[in-house]
Nanobody, 115 residues
Framework: VQLQASGGGLVQAGGSLRLSCKAS????????LAWYHQPPGKQREFVAD???????DYADSVRGRATISRDSAMNTVFLQMNSLKPEDTGVYYC??????????WGQGTQVTVSS
């Protein structure tokens, strides 16, 4: 499975970004799509996920500022982030879990929030 993330960039604090990630090459059903964030010099951390049924979960750090959505027909996941803060800076990785448990990571997209 290949995960192609896009939508990152440089934005001022308080601004918005919409990240996209398209999954391709899957022979199985994608159960969960998620986004993770890796701040500079820190470990990767969970941001949000969406299940095949459409249920969502968010990290406390983004709840109320982020919305994850999924286009199952196109195997694409989106992350709309508003009211961005400098601490949102980092690389955002797309993640997919298939039915059966296999997991995959995308290559990441850089988000930089200037203060």
């Amino acid at each position: 499975v290949q995960l192609q993330a896009s939508g990152g960039g440089l934005v001022q604090a308080g601004g918005s970004l919409r990240l996209s990630c398209k999954a391709s090459g899957s022979n199985g059903r994608i159960i969960t799509l998620a986004w993770y964030h890796q701040p500079p010099g820190k470990q990767r951390e969970f941001v949000a996920d969406v299940s095949v049924r459409g249920s969502t979960d968010y990290a406390d750090s983004v709840r109320g500022r982020a919305t994850i959505s999924r286009d199952s027909a196109m195997n694409t996941v989106f992350l709309q982030m508003n009211s961005l803060k400098p601490e949102d800076t980092g690389v955002y990785y797309c993640f997919a879990q298939l039915e059966g448990g296999l997991t995959y990571w995308g290559q990441g997209t850089q988000v930089t929030v200037s203060s």
